[in-house]
């Protein structure tokens, strides 16, 4: 059900609700609003047990990737973040393009370089880096970045020149 209400302080609103649903606020103007029943939980053949030992796995494998982010050293995960931010550019390159792509892989390539942000920022905290000075040490590391092509853009051209080799030999 759709329903329009234009409210201003001197005009009557009517709703096809009882009045102790809605909300009381101070707004003027126009809302729109679309009403739709509440969902029924789908009934399937999984029982709640295997959604929660589901989630369980989930977080246990964000446990063991944040293990093994933390036993790298500051300077792998610098490298590594830089390469993963090259790959989240070429991801999104392929994509303006209209190419082929997974857009499957934008998230968990955002959530890689997020934990391992928060790792580097949690180093910093234990040495007793402010934010501002961590900041400033920050834009200083971005200057420093040379920039190197994605591993994934140096496997294209590796194909590319293998199909280049095969079609001058043939």
């Keep these: 059900m759709l329903r329009l209400s234009v409210a201003s302080p001197t005009t009557v609103t009517f709703h096809p609700k009882p009045k102790s649903l809605i909300p009381r606020t101070c707004f003027t103007g126009v809302r729109i609003q679309h009403f739709c029943p509440q969902r029924l939980p789908s009934r399937t053949t999984s029982s709640p047990k295997s959604s929660a030992s589901s989630s369980v796995v989930m977080m246990a494998k964000r446990e063991e990737e944040l293990k093994e982010i933390r036993a790298k050293a500051t300077e792998e995960i610098n490298d590594e973040v830089v390469e993963l931010k090259g790959e989240l550019f070429m991801l999104c390159l392929q994509k303006s393009v209209r190419n082929e792509f997974k857009s499957s892989e934008f998230r968990p390539m955002r959530k890689r370089i997020a934990r391992m942000l928060t790792v580097k920022r949690e180093r910093e905290i234990e ?37 280049e080799a095969e079609k001058s030999a043939a």
């Excluded at 590391?141 to 994934?152: H, L, R």
């Design 127 to 163: 040495e007793g880096i402010n934010k501002p000075l961590s900041r400033k040490l920050d834009r200083q590391w971005k200057k420093s970045i040379v920039v190197k092509p994605p591993p994934s853009l140096k496997k294209l051209r590796e194909q590319e020149a293998a199909e």
